[in-house]
């Protein structure tokens, strides 16, 4: 299904059915403030391993990030952060970012071999009202193509074409960017860029 919705004003109707395709263990298409997204609710476990069959990802290597509405449940899944790096956290986010930090134990164990995990708030209206509605973070992937030029599809009715028998849902939120999130690890009391994407980083120190 291709759903059509507007970041200025998501339809409550449509982001109720996308919340219930998530709650019975759908896989759905999703805008954010970079790529075009692939997600599931994070604890439904046998959408999880549709996640990883279209993504070619094992689970214990998935490297999914928590896509979150915002940064008020963090301490559901990561571990206590220090002062610099829950100020950075909010000077950037909503935004381009992704920040990978310890998980603790209470992150599924589906996925707790890992010891970390990457936090994402999009700035993009359309999946942090799924996101709240939902009540807890989405397991995100992007969506990429096997273009060696073009990483990163960003035509939602091509991604659908592509996506239709395979997702449940893509949504539509307009063009997507070409340009994944930036990467920002803060373990051990470091702060340190692994991918430098959208989001600037000329101001971390």
Partial sequence: MLLKLYEENPNERQVKQVVECLQDGGIIIYPTDTVYGMGCDLFQTKALDRLCS????????????????????????????????????????PGPYTFVLEANKHVPRMIQ????????????????????????PILNASVKDKDP?????????????????????????????????????????????????????????
């Fill in 54 to 93: 279209l993504t070619h990802k094992k689970k214990e290597k998935s490297n999914f990030s928590f896509i979150c509405a915002d940064l008020s449940n963090l301490s559901d899944y990561t571990k206590p952060l220090n002062n610099r790096v829950f100020k950075l956290m909010k000077q950037l986010l």
């Fill in 113 to 136: 071999k890992k010891n970390t995990v990457g936090i994402r708030i999009p700035d993009n209206n359309i999946i942090r009202t799924i996101v709240s509605q939902l009540g807890n």
């Fill in 149 to 205: 030029i073009v990483e990163y599809p960003t035509d939602p009715e091509l991604i659908y074409e592509k996506y239709r028998d395979l997702v449940d849902i893509v949504i539509d939120g307009g063009f997507g960017d070409w340009q994944p999130s930036t990467v920002i690890r803060c373990l051990d009391d470091e702060i340190e860029v692994t991918r430098e994407g959208k989001g600037n980083v000329d101001f971390i120190q």
